[in-house]
């Protein structure tokens, strides 16, 4: 795409935006009964998604990405923050406002076994949404369903069977053909292909893809391998205890990652190509993430980082521009050994000598 098209897509106005969103749970009751301090699962994070375009939200389980997701579509109230359905504020919808607002902004789970209700057949799973949202009765019912079967690669045929008589890989095209039902401007994917063997992975990848083409739908991709977030993203967003630390163009996150954790993801990618087998080096991250209830006054992942230095001990570190596009929340791109907007040199990342290897190994 080119520089002016990219720079349009920026400036239009988005079809779904967060602005800051927080959200925190009540921490759980102790045994004693004293209740635990509130856990901050969402901590200031904005972004935006625009039609035809996909953003990758990526980040080890419990960085909040699944809460993210349903916040933006309003199936969870937020703590702080708002979100904004084109050019409608929806963070406090009720009613009819929000019935209309979900019709909008579809999801599709993980898991396409449980998601599914057994007890039903798949022309009324998929036939369920066209009438609640739309409408549509009798053959012009059957015919919307026959046309979503085919968009997601099914058959006509399939409208009769049960969800226990298909494959993982079916049952998952069943629900993205529910998603599109009500005829969505956003769907939201979350771990949608991480239930599924490697083959049928890039079969549902692939379908999303097309489905994006035909339909203009904005995604929200959200998943814990970054490998499977860069084969489909356009942007991607780089999530760690409930903050964004990185984002940008997906091919410049994934090449030339700005911060030291997008690295260590990246890292423990397995890499398909030889060549770039040898090319990367190892990010050792050590130990785990600080509790989202007891979080660091710095920067989140400076108990975790291999190149901390003074400062991300004691000041959060803002978000500044990155070369090649996007930004990052890193103290080495400002006052770090000089990288000023660069991409991290490897050395930097490699474990320190006295430290012992662990968890990314
Ligand atoms: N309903 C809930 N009640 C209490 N804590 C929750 C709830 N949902 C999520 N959390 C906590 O919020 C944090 C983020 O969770 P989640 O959004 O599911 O992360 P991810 O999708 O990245 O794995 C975790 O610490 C999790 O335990
Ligand atoms: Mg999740």
Redesign the pocket.
Do not use: C, I, L, Y
């Given at each position: 795409m080119s520089a002016v098209t990219e720079a349009t897509v920026e400036s239009a106005t988005p079809v779904l935006e967060g602005v800051d969103l927080v959200?925190e749970?009540?921490g759980?009751t102790s045994l004693f009964g004293r209740a635990s301090s509130k856990?901050r699962?969402?901590d200031g994070v904005t972004l935006r998604l625009h039609a035809g375009r996909t953003l990758g939200l990526v980040?080890?389980?419990?960085?909040?990405?699944?809460?993210?997701?349903?916040l933006l579509l309003r199936l969870l109230d937020v703590t702080g923050g708002e979100v904004h359905l084109g050019a409608d504020d929806v963070t406090r919808a009720r009613g009819r406002d929000l019935n209309q607002a979900r019709r909008a902004m579809q999801m599709v789970f993980q898991d396409p076994y449980s998601s599914l209700n057994p007890t039903m057949r798949i022309g009324d799973i998929i036939g369920e949404p066209v009438t609640f949202h739309r409408g549509l009765k009798g053959a012009e019912l059957d015919a919307e369903v026959d046309r979503l079967l085919i968009s997601v690669g099914l058959s006509p045929e399939h409208a009769r069977r049960f969800p226990d008589e298909m494959s993982g890989g079916q049952r998952q095209r069943v629900a993205i053909a529910r998603a599109l039902a009500p005829d969505p401007k956003i769907l939201v994917c979350?771990?949608a292909v991480s239930a599924l063997d490697i083959s049928i992975q890039s079969q549902i990848l692939n379908l999303l893809l097309k489905l994006q083409r035909e339909f203009g739908v904005a995604i929200l991709f959200?998943s814990?391998d970054l490998s499977v977030v860069r084969h489909v993203s356009h942007e991607i967003a780089v999530?760690y205890l409930?903050q964004i630390v990185e984002f940008g163009p997906a091919d410049r996150v994934a090449d030339s990652p700005a911060h030291p954790y997008t690295a260590a993801l990246l890292s423990a990618v397995p890499e398909a190509k030889p060549s770039h087998r040898r090319a990367r080096q190892k990010v050792v991250l050590r130990g785990d993430p600080p509790?989202?209830s007891r979080r660091p006054a710095g920067c989140p992942f400076a108990s975790r980082c291999p190149a901390a230095f003074e400062p991300c001990h004691e000041t959060r570190p803002e978000h500044t521009p990155v070369n090649g596009g996007g930004t990052a929340a890193c103290h080495l791109q400002t006052q770090g050994p000089k990288l000023g907007g660069r991409s991290l040199p490897i050395e930097l990342l490699r474990a320190r000598p006295d430290e012992a290897p662990s968890a990314a190994d």
């Open positions: 959200k749970f009540a759980r856990v699962a969402v980040g080890e389980s419990g960085s909040g990405k699944s809460t993210v997701g349903r979350d771990e959200v814990h999530m409930g509790s989202p």
